[in-house]
């Protein structure tokens, strides 16, 4: 989105205040209290959400969240929005977060889908820096794949 609103004052400093509180809860292990500084930091941008500086890159940030925390079915809650906020066309970057999400739910067929347009138009490039599993997956599957005759 390039036309957004900057955040009211101070909330810019609430987010990144409640994002880094947040991190270290979920690196000690406390989820729920990493939710809750993740959804503070999503109730410091005003309504229209999306319209505001911070809400593209934290409609990915949260998907991730839970897809990290193992609760692919609320990181597939996210998925849409973080669709509208990275559109109106497919995004490669969501696509492939969408794609580890369902391989995270163990919707292996949906992973394989994403994964695949994202490699003919990529290669390897979405999969870099990423969770090696996300790669190996894909190109297992292909390699097991029977020749169309």
Known sequence: MSDVLPLPSGAEEKLYEYGALGRQAQE???FD?????????????????????????LT???????????QPGKAAEWLPLARQAYGPEPDPYIEFIAATVHYEAGELDQAFELF???????????????????????LDRVKNQKPNK
Do not use: M
Not at 41 to 56: E, F, T, V
Not at 60 to 70: E, M, N, P, S, T
């Open 60 to 70: 990915a940030d949260l998907v991730k969240f839970y897809r990290d925390i193992g």
């Open 116 to 138: 695949q347009r994202l490699f003919k138009a990529y290669k390897t490039r979405p999969f870099q820096g990423e969770e090696p599993k996300y790669l190996a997956f894909y």
């Open 33 to 57: 209290q990493a939710e809750k500084y993740v959804l503070a930091c999503w109730n410091c941008i005003p309504d229209p959400k999306l319209s505001y500086d911070h809400a593209q890159s």
């Open 28 to 30: 000690a292990g406390d």
